[in-house]
C-alpha cells in the first residue's frame, strides 16, 4: 500500500526464511473456531507468571532516572558529587560515562538524538540514571543531583511550530519531511460532479497507551554474554537495538520476554533504559533493574498524536462518492515518527477523485509511537463522522451509503485486487444483530435524557506475512514441545498455536507446552505488533505441525505396510482408509520409539503475489445522554469484524471488546493536557489521565464474527484483529451522540465539560 | 484501623481518599505502638532512616522483618518478601493493580504503608490458592477468559473476591461499582463481570 516498511519492523521486511510443504486450507475443524480458556491462564491468575517487573535476582541492583524538567532546555552542568557518596549507591551514569555517549536511533534507525541528549527536547528527557542497592536509595540519589539547565522558549502546539520564527525542535526546522500526499483522479472534477458536498474540521487528542505494566528491563551480564528480561512486544527488535547500542553480536545478546503486561504499539522498540541497565550491569558487575514510575511512562514512552483533520467529500444524490479531500496536521513529539491519519481515507471506499495530505510536525513533546492502530482511529473520527453527515444530507441510512461505496480493490498503483473483503456482510450482518433499523426508528426521547444509534466502519492496512518460523516437537508419548519466538501480549497468542497443534495432530491441548519470546531459544518472528501475529505465526505453526505429520504418516505407511495417500491421522492414530483393520497409535510407532521424537520445522508462506490484503470492520452503538450533565451513558456496543478465520471464539470476543474499550478513551474520557505556560504535561499519572474503567464501557456488548476464511491469503486463512477492533469506535459513538441531540461533536473528547458548553450554545441558537 | 463502623470506609469496603489521609496518620501510631517493647515510650516520629521491626501476617504466615516506616506494603510484598503477585502498575493508589485484601477488604497495597499493615490478615492472590488448586474467583477468571496481558489481572481478583465476601449476590451495578477501582487497559471489563457472576454463582454453589 504505502512504500515505508510495517512500523513493526526496523528497517526492511525480512524475507521468508525457507520454503516448506504448505497443507491445504481446513475444511472442517474440531478445535480451531471453539472457545478454549488461555493455556497460560493458570500462570496468570495465580500470580505464578513471573513478568519482567517481577524479575528479582541475586545481588541485583535498582536503577533510577533523572530526568529534564522543563519543556525545552540546555543542560549546562551536573553536579552527581553528593550522590555518588550516599548509601548504597553503586553507578551514577551520565553522558561522559564510559559507553554511554552514543547516538539514539528513532524509527527506521533514523539518527534523532544522543543516549543522554544535553539538549532536552522535552519534558522528562534523560540526564542522569543511578543504581543502587535499592529501588528507595536508587531514588534518593537521584534526588541528590543539581542540574543547572539553560531554559528554552519551547512549542507545544501543531500550528505554532510550523510558523517559521517558531523555536526550533530539531536542525532544520519543525517539519517532518515534506507533507505526505497521495492522489489519484481529479478531485476539481471530482466536486464538479458531485450534487452534495460536506465539509468540516475535527480534532482528536494525544491518547497515552498507558499498559498497566510499566515500562523496564532487567539486564545482567556473564561475561560477554548480555541477558535482558523485558517487557517488550518483541523480544528480536530489542535483541537487534541491545546489540548495536552495545556493539556486541546478536548471539550474545540473550531478550527473554514470556509475560508481559500490554503494550498497544508502546513496546516495540528497545528503550533507553534497558541501554542504562546493562551499562551499569556491566560498569558494577552486577544485575541492574530498571523500571520506570508510571509518571516517567505516561512522559517518554510514547503516545497516539493529537490530530487536525479537515474532510470534504462530495456525492452524487444516488449516494456515489465522487471526491473526498483530506488533509490532517499532528505532532510526532521532539523525534521522528509520523503523525499521518490519511490511510483510512484514502482507501476505505471507492471514489474515483481522492487527495490526502499528512503533515507531521516537531514539537516539544513526548516522541509518539505506534499505537494500536496508527492513524487510523483519528481517521475514522474525521471520515466516519463526515460520512454520517453525508448520509444525513442525502437523507438515506448510513449503512446504506456504506455499502454503496464499499472497496472493490486497492485503489493505488492503478488498482490491485483484494484477497478478501466481508465489509459488506460486517454492515449487513452487524445491523441485523443490532437491531438498527429499528432502532433508528424509534424516538430519541422528549425529556432530559435522550438516546441515539451510531455505525462506523473500517478496514487495517496491514496484514502480516513472512517471515515466521516455528518448530514443533512430538515426543514418543504423543506430548509436544512448539518453540516460536512471539511474543503473547494478551492476545492469547500461546492459545490458538496450541489450538491449531491440536487441530492438526490430534494430541489435547493440555498436552502441548510452548516456549516462546526468547532470542536464544526461540525461533525468529517480528514483534508483535500491527495485528499481524496470528495471520504471520499461525500458517508457520500449522505447517510445523503438518512438517511433523508428515513424518508420522510415512512412519506408520512402512509399519503398516500402506501408501501413504491411503492414511489419515486422527486423535494420535494413523489409520488406513480402505482397510480399517490397518491401524496404528502414533504412540505405538516403533520408528518413533526408536528416535524418541519428530521434529517439524514450519515456514510462513509468502502472501500471494499482486493481491493485497485487509482486514476490516463496523461497529454499532447506542448511548444515552443526558443533557441536563453532558453525561454519555453507552447503552450497548457491537464489533462486526472480518478477520477472516476465528481461531479461538473466546480470546476473539476479548480482543473485540478491548477494542472497543479503547475507543471509548479516545473518544471520551482520554486527552493528554500540556500546560500553556510551562510545556508540562499536567496530568501525567493515571488519576488525571482518565482511562476508561469498568463503568464506563458499554453497558451490554455483542461481538459477531464474519468468520469467513480467507484461505487466499494464507493457510490458516486469518486476518488481523486487535487493532481494527478500535478503529470505528469514537466515530461510531460521535455519530450515535449527533442522533442523540443533534450536536456533532468534531473534537474529542466528548466528556461532559465540552457536551455541556455544546448544549448550551445549541439552547442558545433555538 | 480495625474498627467498626469506621465512617471512612464505603459499603463495598472501599476507603475514600479523603479517609485514607486521615487513616495514614492514625494507622502510623497504631503501628508503632504495635512494635514497641513492653515499658518503652512510644516515639512520636520516626526517622526514616531508623528500621522498624514489624511481623506482618500474609496468606496465614508470619512474616518478621525489618522495615524503613516510608517501605509501603507493596513494596515489601514485592521486593522483601519476593511475592510478587501482586502487580505495582502505579505506586500511587489510581490504577488497584496492587490491591490485596487487608482483613478480608480490598485495599490497594501501594497505599498501606507495611508498619500500618501490622495487626492486620493481609491476603495475595497467592492467598486465594488452596495448594495448587485455583480459588473460585480465580477459575471464572480463566474460564471467562477475563484478562488479557494479565497484570491487573491479581488485582481485580482481590478486588472481585474482596466484593464477594461483602455480598455474595451482587448486581450488575454493584459489580460495576465494586471492580471500577482496577483499571485494565487491555479492555477485558466484559469478561470481568462475567467472572465475577460466575464466581458469585459458583461460591454459592460451594465451589
Known sequence: ?766 | MSKKNDPTKRPNGGVTRRGFLGSVGAGAVVAATGVARPGEAVPEITSPEEMVQVALMINGRIHRLLVEPRWTLLFVLRERLAITGTKAGCERGECGSCTVLVNGQPRYACMSLAVEAVGTEITTVEGLLDGEELGTVQKAFVEEDAFQCGYCTPGQIMAAEGLLRINPSPSFDEIRCGMSGNLCRCGAYPHIVNAVTTAAENKKGGQ
Open chain 1, 1 to 766: 500500500m504505502d512504500k515505508d516498511s510495517p512500523y513493526w519492523i526496523d528497517g526492511s521486511v525480512p524475507e521468508t526464511p525457507g520454503t516448506g510443504e504448505y497443507p491445504d486450507p481446513w475444511k472442517k475443524t474440531e478445535i480451531v473456531g471453539t472457545r478454549v480458556p488461555k493455556v497460560d491462564g493458570y500462570e496468570r491468575v495465580s500470580g505464578a507468571a513471573v513478568y519482567p517487573h517481577d524479575v528479582s535476582l541475586p545481588e541485583m541492583l535498582h536503577g533510577a532516572i533523572l530526568r529534564c524538567p522543563h519543556a525545552h532546555a540546555n543542560v549546562l552542568k551536573i553536579d552527581t558529587s553528593k550522590a555518588e557518596k550516599m548509601p548504597g549507591v553503586l553507578a551514577v551514569l551520565t553522558g561522559d560515562s564510559p559507553g554511554a555517549d552514543m547516538p539514539w536511533y528513532s524509527r527506521g534507525g533514523q539518527f534523532s538524538g544522543r543516549l543522554f541528549d544535553t539538549h532536552c527536547r522535552h519534558e522528562g528527557e534523560e540526564v542522569v540514571a543511578v543504581a543502587a542497592e535499592t529501588p528507595l536509595q536508587a531514588v534518593d540519589a537521584i534526588r541528590a543531583i543539581a542540574v543547572e539547565y539553560e531554559i528554552l522558549p519551547f512549542v507545544i502546539d501543531d500550528e505554532a511550530a510550523l510558523d517559521p520564527s517558531a523555536p526550533a525542535v530539531q536542525e532544520g526546522g519543525n517539519m517532518v519531511g515534506e507533507p505526505q500526499v497521495r492522489e489519484r483522479g481529479d478531485l476539481a472534477a471530482g466536486f464538479a460532479e458531485a450534487d452534495v458536498v460536506v465539509e468540516r474540521t475535527y480534532s482528536t487528542k494525544c491518547e497515552i497507551h498507558a499498559p498497566m505494566e510499566p515500562h523496564g528491563s532487567v539486564a545482567k551480564w556473564d561475561g560477554n554474554r548480555l541477558t535482558i528480561w523485558d517487557t517488550t512486544q518483541g523480544v528480536y527488535s530489542v535483541q537487534q537495538g541491545m546489540a548495536r547500542a552495545m556493539e556486541l553480536p546478536l548471539a550474545n545478546v540473550r531478550v527473554i520476554g514470556h509475560y508481559m503486561g500490554g503494550g498497544f504499539g508502546a513496546k516495540l522498540e528497545v528503550g533507553k533504559y534497558t541501554v542504562y541497565a546493562a551499562l551499569m550491569a556491566k560498569a558494577t558487575g552486577r544485575p541492574v533493574k530498571i523500571f520506570l514510575p508510571r509518571e516517567d511512562c505516561m512522559l517518554v514512552t510514547g503516545n497516539r498524536p493529537g490530530n487536525k483533520m479537515t474532510v470534504k467529500i462530495g456525492a452524487k444524490n444516488d449516494g456515489t462518492l465522487t471526491a473526498i479531500d483530506y488533509k490532517s496536521l499532528g505532532s510526532n513529539g521532539a523525534y521522528t515518527y509520523n503523525a499521518g491519519t490519511g490511510t483510512l481515507a484514502a482507501y476505505l471506499y471507492t471514489c474515483p477523485n481522492v487527495r490526502t495530505e499528512d503533515t507531521t510536525v516537531y514539537t516539544n513533546a513526548g516522541k509518539a509511537r505506534p499505537m494500536r492502530a496508527p492513524g487510523f482511529p483519528q481517521g475514522a473520527w474525521a471520515l466516519e463522522q463526515a460520512m454520517d453527515e453525508l448520509a444525513q444530507k442525502l437523507n438515506v441510512d448510513p449503512v446504506e451509503l456504506r455499502l454503496q461505496n464499499i472497496l472493490e480493490e486497492l485503489q493505488a498503483g492503478g488498482g490491485r485486487p483484494l484477497t478478501s473483503n466481508q465489509l459488506s456482510e460486517c454492515l449487513k450482518k452487524g445491523a441485523a444483530e443490532f437491531g438498527w433499523t429499528t432502532a433508528r426508528r424509534k424516538s430519541q426521547g422528549d425529556g432530559h435524557l435522550r438516546r441515539g444509534v451510531g455505525v462506523a466502519a473500517c478496514f487495517w492496512g496491514y496484514a502480516g506475512g513472512p517471515p515466521s518460523t516455528v518448530v514443533v516437537k512430538l515426543f514418543s508419548d504423543g506430548s509436544v514441545n512448539l518453540n516460536m519466538g512471539a511474543s503473547d501480549i494478551g492476545t492469547g497468542t500461546k492459545t490458538w498455536a496450541a489450538m491449531i497443534v491440536a487441530e492438526e495432530l490430534g494430541v489435547a491441548v493440555d498436552q502441548i507446552q510452548i516456549e516462546h519470546a526468547d532470542t536464544a531459544t526461540t525461533q525468529y518472528a517480528t514483534s508483535s505488533g500491527g495485528s499481524k501475529t496470528v495471520p504471520s505465526d499461525s500458517p508457520a505453526v500449522r505447517a510445523a505441525a503438518y512438517a511433523v505429520k508428515v513424518q508420522l504418516m510415512r512412519m506408520a505407511a512402512e509399519q503398516l505396510e500402506v501408501d501413504v495417500s491411503d492414511l489419515e491421522l486422527r486423535d494420535l492414530t494413523v489409520s488406513s482408509r480402505s482397510d480399517t483393520e490397518k491401524t496404528v497409535e502414533v504412540t505405538a510407532l516403533e520408528k518413533l520409539g526408536r528416535q524418541g521424537l519428530v521434529i517439524g520445522t514450519g515456514y510462513r508462506d509468502p502472501n500471494p503475489e499482486d493481491k493485497v490484503t485487509f482486514p476490516f470492520g463496523a461497529q454499532f452503538c447506542e448511548v444515552q445522554v443526558n443533557t441536563r450533565t453532558g453525561e454519555v451513558q453507552l447503552l450497548q456496543f457491537l464489533g462486526a469484524h472480518d478477520s477472516g478465520r476465528v481461531l479461538n471464539r473466546l480470546t476473539y470476543d476479548n480482543q473485540v471488546f478491548g477494542g472497543i474499550a479503547m475507543g471509548v478513551g479516545l473518544a471520551m474520557t482520554e486527552e493528554r493536557v500540556l500546560d500553556r505556560q510551562t510545556g508540562k504535561m499536567a496530568n501525567a499519572n493515571l488519576h488525571d489521565y482518565k482511562i476508561p474503567t469498568m463503568k464506563d464501557v458499554a453497558i451490554e456488548h455483542t461481538c459477531v464474527p464474519i468468520d469467513i476464511p480467507d484461505n487466499e491469503f494464507n493457510t490458516t486463512g486469518t486476518k488481523g484483529l486487535g487493532e481494527p477492533a478500535t478503529i470505528p469506535t469514537a466515530a461510531a459513538i460521535a455519530n450515535a451522540v449527533h442522533d442523540a441531540i443533534g450536536i456533532r461533536v468534531t473534537d474529542s473528547p466528548i466528556n461532559p465539560i465540552q457536551l455541556v458548553r455544546l448544549l448550551a450554545e445549541q439552547r442558545k441558537e433555538a
